[in-house]
C-alpha cells in the first residue's frame, strides 16, 4: 500500500458505504437472506426490462445483439449449414458465378463460397475471442497491480514505471505492423495470430485498468480491507479488480470486432492463418486480384460477412458504453419509461 | 493594384494568366514525368512505359538476378551474339530465337553478330574465336577491343558471383583461357572440349563491359568496378540508365551513338507496380504501354479490351515442385512417383493456367533440342498412387507440407488443389505460405520437403538446362536430387563435341529423371505479351525478358 492510501486510512472508516462495496455485502439469519435474493430477482427482472426498453428506443444496438448472435449461431451450426466441405477443392468448379447449386459461387480453387463464409467465423472468432480474453486477463492484472503500486516508493514504483513505459514502446508501434512482426518471428498459423492479437492489445487494457484502479485504490472500502490485514494481493483480486471491471467489459466487445478485422487484416496480407482454412481475410485475399478479371464473388461476400460482423459488435460495444455509464443510463432510463 | 501600370509586366501578363499558365505547365511537367512525352525543345518522343513487378535492384550482373533487373540487362548490356530470329510459328508479328541445332555451322549454333562480327570453332570444341566490329563505341566514348571481353570474363573469375557458373558450364579454370589474340580477336580455349563455347555468348550473362571506363572509376581500390556498376553502366549496349530509384522507376535512355543505329524509343520508363491487378488496371486505363507478368484469367480478360492486344507464346519456363530427395518420405523414389500420379495436372493446365500453358512431360523446355517426352508416364491416377504408396510402405499416407510463394497467386490455386488430391490417398498436406520477400530464401536453403520453384533455363542446349537441375554439384538442384549416373552423363554431355552421342545421353538423363522424379512436374506456362494496340516488334528470348530496342509503335 502507498504512503497516500496510508494516510487516508489515518481516520477509521466509518461511513456505511465501507460495508457496502460491491464485493462486501453482509447477511444474517436466513430470512434475511431470502428477502435479499427475492430483492435480487426483482432487480434483475427490472434490469432486463431496461435493456430490452433500451433495444426498443435503439434498434441500431438491437440489430448489433441480432448480428452477433446470428453470426454466433452460425458458428456453432456451421456443420450443418454449409452445404459442402469448406476445404476440398474441386477444379471442376472453378470460379462458378452465384447459382443455386452454389449460392455465393466458388473460388479460384473450386471451393464453394458460401460453405467457408458460414465456416470462417470458427477462426474468426475464436482468434478473436482468445487473443482478446487473453490481452483482457493480463492487461487486467498487470494494469491493476501498476495503478494500486503508482506512486509508492519502494521497487514497486520503479516495476509500475517499468511496465508503463514498457507499454508506451509497444504502443509507439503502429499496431498492424506490429503485428505483421510477431506473425513473422512466431511463425504463421492461429495460435500465432491468437498471440499477436493479445500482445498488441494488451497494453489497451492496462492503461485501462490502472485508470481505473487509480481512484478504486483510495475507496474506503478498499481502505477498510487495508486495515483489517488482507494483503495486497488479495486487495487487488478481491476488491479492486472486479470493481474496475465494467469498462473493460465494454472495451471487449469493441475489441473483439476490431480483433476480427485485425485476423482478417493479416490474413489478407499473407501474414495469418494459412490457406485453406475458412478465414474471411484470407478468402478476400484469395479472390482480390478476381475483381479486376470480373469475379467479383470470391472476396465481396467475406467481405460483406466480415463487415457486418464487425459493425455488429461495434454496435454491441457502444450499447454496453451507454448502459455502463450511470449518467448516460439515466437519461435512457428517462426516455425510455 | 490593377490599375498600376508597373504590375502589368510589359508581356502583357497578369497574375491571372500566370497563374493560369502556372497550372497548366505544372499539369503539363506531371504528365511528362509520367510518360516523358515532351523533349527539351517541346517536340514529341516516343516513350514506352512497362509496368513491371520489380524494378532492378542492381544493375551487376554478378551479383543480381532478380526479376527487373534481368530485364534491365537485356537493353542496358550487349552479347558478341545473339541467336538468329524466326517468326513464331503460333504467334504472327512475334519473332523468336533460332534455337534449334545446326551441325553446319559453328557450335551447331544460327547466330548473328552482335559485337562480333564473324566467329569460328574447332571442330572438335577445343577452342572458339570471335572477331569483333572495329569502331564500336561505349556509352563513355570508349572503343569496344578484345581486352574489354577478357576483362569481362576475368571480373566473373575475380568476383565469384553468377559468373561461376558459366565459367563451370564452359569448363573454363583459368583466367590464362581467355586471350586476347589481338586488338579485335579473341579466343576461348577451355581445358576440355566443351560444345557450347559459341552457344553460350548469347547468354545474356555473356555480355560484355567497357573495361576502360570500370578501370578508371574503380582504380586500385575496386578493380572490377563493383560499386561503379551497381547503378551505372558501361557498356556498348543501346541505352543507358538515366534514373534508377529502385521500388518506384528506372529509365531507361536511347544512345544517339549506337553503332547498331538508334532504338524507336528514346525513353523506356520502367515502372514498377507490383500486383498484377493493378498492372493490367493501368494498360486498360492506358497509363502503361505494356504490362508485363500477368495471371492467366487477366490475359483472358485484356483479349476482349479495345486498344489492347494480348499474345501467349510458348515460353522456356517450366514450373515445378521440389520433392526433397533426403527428406523422408521423398527419399523415397516410390513415393515420389506416388506424388506426380496424385497430382490433378491436366486440370490444373485447364483452370489455374486457362490453357495459357501446357503440361510439364519433361526435364527441360519441349523446344529445346534432345528434348523428348517418351519417358513421360505420369498423368493423375489416384489407384496408382495408392499402389505405389503401399509398396512404399505408405499404405496409411503420411504429413508433409508444400511450402509456396505468397507473391505468386498461382501457387496458392495449385496447392489448395493438390492437397485436396492428396487427402484422397491419405497423404496430409500441410501449406506453408513465404512472403514473396523470403521466399527464394527458403528455396536456396532446400529445407523445405515440398516447395514450389519456377525457372527457365536461357541457354537451349540439353547439357546445359539439365545441369542446372539435376547435376549434383549445382546451386540451382534445390530438390538435392543426386544420381550418380546422371552427374556422369551430364559431365559427358558438357564435353563432348559429337552431336548423336550428346543426344544419346541427353535422352538416357530425362529417362533416369523421369524415372526418379526428383520434380511434381506442373507446367510450362505461356509468356504472355499485354501491349497497347499499336506497339510492335517483340522477339521472344529465351530468358523471357523483352528488350526495348526491339519494339517500335505504329
Redesign the interface.
Known amino acids: 500500500m502507498t504512503a497516500t492510501t496510508s494516510n487516508a486510512l489515518s481516520s477509521r472508516p466509518t461511513d456505511p458505504a465501507i460495508t457496502s462495496g460491491p464485493e462486501v455485502v453482509g447477511c444474517s439469519g436466513d430470512t434475511e437472506s431470502l428477502t435479499l435474493s427475492g430483492e435480487r430477482r426483482r432487480r434483475e427482472a427490472g434490469r432486463v426490462r431496461f435493456f430490452f426498453a433500451v433495444l426498443r428506443k435503439n434498434p441500431s444496438f438491437a440489430l448489433g445483439y441480432i448480428i452477433v448472435s446470428v453470426v454466433c449461431a452460425i458458428t456453432v451450426f456451421a456443420p450443418w449449414i454449409a452445404p459442402y466441405d469448406p476445404?476440398?477443392?474441386?477444379?471442376?468448379r472453378?470460379?462458378q458465378p452465384p447459382s443455386w447449386a452454389y449460392p455465393m459461387g466458388t473460388d479460384?480453387?473450386?471451393?464453394d463460397i458460401f460453405s467457408r463464409v458460414i465456416y470462417a467465423p470458427r477462426i474468426d472468432l475464436t482468434i478473436a475471442l482468445l487473443g482478446t480474453l487473453i490481452s483482457a486477463m493480463i492487461g487486467s492484472i498487470l494494469g491493476a497491480i501498476t495503478g494500486f503500486y503508482e506512486g509508492g516508493r519502494t521497487w514497486r514504483k520503479f516495476s509500475s514505471a517499468l511496465v508503463m513505459r514498457s507499454a508506451d514502446v509497444l504502443q509507439a508501434f503502429p499496431v498492424f505492423v506490429f503485428a505483421i512482426a510477431l506473425v513473422?518471428v512466431f511463425g504463421?498459423g492461429v495460435s500465432s495470430v491468437i498471440a499477436a492479437i493479445a500482445f498488441v492489445n494488451t497494453p489497451i487494457y492496462l492503461r485501462l485498468m490502472r485508470s481505473q484502479v487509480l481512484s478504486i485504490r483510495k475507496m474506503r472500502y478498499v481502505e477498510a480491507a487495508y486495515v483489517a490485514g488482507s494483503p495486497d494481493i488479495s486487495i487487488i483480486m478481491r476488491h479492486v479488480i472486479p470493481n474496475a471491471l465494467p469498462p473493460v467489459l465494454s472495451q471487449l466487445s469493441v475489441n473483439i470486432g476490431w480483433s476480427v478485422l485485425l485476423t482478417a487484416g493479416l490474413s489478407f496480407v499473407?501474414?495469418g492463418v494459412?490457406?485453406?482454412l475458412p478465414e474471411w481475410g484470407s478468402m478476400i485475399s484469395?479472390g482480390?486480384?478476381?475483381?479486376?478479371?470480373?469475379?467479383w464473388w470470391p472476396s465481396i461476400f467475406p467481405g460483406l460477412a466480415l463487415g457486418v460482423t464487425v459493425f455488429g459488435f461495434s454496435l454491441i460495444g457502444s450499447s454496453i458504453e451507454i448502459l455502463s455509464d450511470p449518467a448516460r443510463r439515466r437519461v435512457l432510463a428517462g426516455t425510455v419509461s | 493594384m490593377d490599375n498600376n501600370p508597373v504590375d502589368q509586366s510589359a508581356f502583357g501578363l497578369s497574375r491571372r494568366s500566370l497563374m493560369k499558365g502556372g497550372i497548366a505547365l505544372t499539369g503539363l511537367s506531371a504528365l511528362s514525368s509520367v510518360a516523358g512525352v515532351t523533349s527539351a525543345f517541346g517536340q514529341s518522343v516516343p516513350t514506352l512505359i512497362v509496368a513491371s513487378p520489380q524494378t532492378p535492384q542492381s544493375l551487376d550482373s554478378e551479383f543480381d538476378i532478380s526479376l527487373g533487373t534481368v530485364d534491365a540487362y537485356g537493353v542496358l548490356y550487349e552479347n558478341l551474339i545473339e541467336f538468329a530470329k524466326i517468326p513464331d510459328p503460333k504467334v504472327p508479328g512475334v519473332m523468336r530465337e533460332d534455337t534449334g541445332s545446326y551441325p553446319d555451322k559453328p557450335g551447331g549454333v544460327n547466330a548473328v553478330g552482335k559485337l562480333a562480327e564473324s566467329w569460328e570453332m574447332d571442330p572438335g570444341a577445343r577452342w572458339a574465336k570471335f572477331k569483333l566490329r572495329e569502331g564500336v563505341i561505349s556509352n563513355w566514348g570508349n572503343e569496344l577491343t578484345a581486352e574489354d571481353v577478357v576483362w569481362s570474363w576475368r571480373r566473373k573469375f575475380e568476383l565469384g558471383g553468377v559468373g561461376l557458373f558459366y565459367l563451370a558450364t564452359l569448363g573454363l579454370t583459368k583466367p590464362e583461357q581467355i586471350k586476347a589474340e589481338d586488338k579485335y580477336i579473341v579466343s576461348f580455349s577451355p581445358e576440355n572440349p566443351n560444345p557450347m563455347l559459341v552457344r553460350i555468348m548469347a547468354n545474356l550473362f555473356a555480355h560484355v563491359f567497357d573495361s576502360t571506363k570500370c578501370k578508371e572509376v574503380g582504380g586500385e581500390e575496386d578493380p572490377w568496378a563493383k560499386e561503379f556498376l551497381r547503378n551505372e553502366t558501361a557498356s556498348f549496349a543501346p541505352y543507358v540508365v538515366e534514373r534508377l530509384e529502385r521500388g518506384q522507376q528506372a529509365v531507361f535512355k536511347a544512345r544517339e551513338d549506337y553503332y547498331g543505329g538508334k532504338p524507336f524509343f528514346d525513353r523506356v520508363i520502367y515502372r514498377e507496380v507490383p500486383?498484377?491487378?493493378a498492372r493490367?488496371?493501368l494498360l486498360r486505363g492506358g497509363a502503361v504501354d505494356i504490362a508485363q507478368f500477368l495471371?492467366p484469367?487477366?490475359v483472358?480478360?485484356l483479349k476482349n479490351v479495345p486498344n489492347v492486344e494480348v499474345n501467349t507464346i510458348d515460353a522456356t519456363s517450366m514450373l515445378w515442385i521440389e520433392l526433397n530427395a533426403v527428406v523422408a518420405p521423398f527419399d523415397n523414389k516410390l513415393v515420389r512417383q506416388a506424388m506426380n500420379f496424385a497430382f490433378?495436372q491436366e486440370?490444373?493446365i485447364?483452370?489455374?493456367f486457362q490453357d495459357l500453358g501446357a503440361p510439364l512431360i519433361g526435364a527441360m523446355p519441349w523446344f529445346y533440342p534432345s528434348f523428348t517426352d517418351q519417358y513421360w508416364q505420369y498423368g493423375q491416377n489416384l489407384e496408382k498412387a495408392r499402389e505405389l504408396l503401399k509398396e512404399a510402405g505408405f499404405e496409411s499416407g503420411f504429413s508433409t507440407t508444400l511450402s509456396y510463394n505468397?507473391g505468386d497467386?498461382v501457387h496458392?490455386?495449385i496447392?489448395?488443389?493438390y492437397?485436396?488430391a492428396l487427402?484422397q490417398i491419405g497423404i496430409n498436406l500441410?501449406?506453408?505460405?513465404y512472403?514473396a520477400g523470403t521466399f527464394y530464401n527458403a528455396v536456396s536453403e532446400r529445407k523445405e520437403p515440398m516447395i514450389f520453384y519456377q525457372d527457365n533455363p536461357w541457354t537451349p542446349d540439353p547439357g546445359y538446362a539439365m545441369s542446372l537441375y539435376f547435376d549434383s554439384k549445382s546451386f540451382v538442384n534445390y530438390s538435392n536430387y543426386n544420381n550418380k549416373e546422371v552427374d556422369e552423363l551430364l559431365y559427358k554431355i558438357a564435353r563432348s563435341a559429337d552431336e548423336s552421342e550428346r543426344v544419346k545421353m541427353s535422352q538416357r538423363v530425362q529417362e533416369i529423371v523421369m524415372e526418379e522424379a526428383p520434380w511434381v512436374f506442373v507446367a510450362y506456362p505461356n509468356y504472355h505479351w499485354a501491349h497497347k494496340t499499336g506497339v510492335k516488334g517483340l522477339t521472344y528470348y529465351t530468358s523471357n525478358n523483352i528488350r526495348y530496342q526491339d519494339l517500335s509503335r505504329s
Open positions: 476445404m476440398t477443392a474441386d477444379p471442376s472453378y470460379l479460384s480453387a473450386g471451393m513473422a504463421q499473407g501474414a494459412v490457406a485453406p484469395m482480390y486480384q478476381n475483381i479486376v478479371t470480373g469475379q | 500486383t498484377s491487378a493490367v488496371s495471371q484469367l487477366e483472358i480478360q490433378p486440370e490444373i485447364k483452370t489455374v505468397a497467386p496458392e490455386q496447392a489448395i488443389l492437397q485436396s487427402r500441410e501449406l506453408k505460405k512472403p
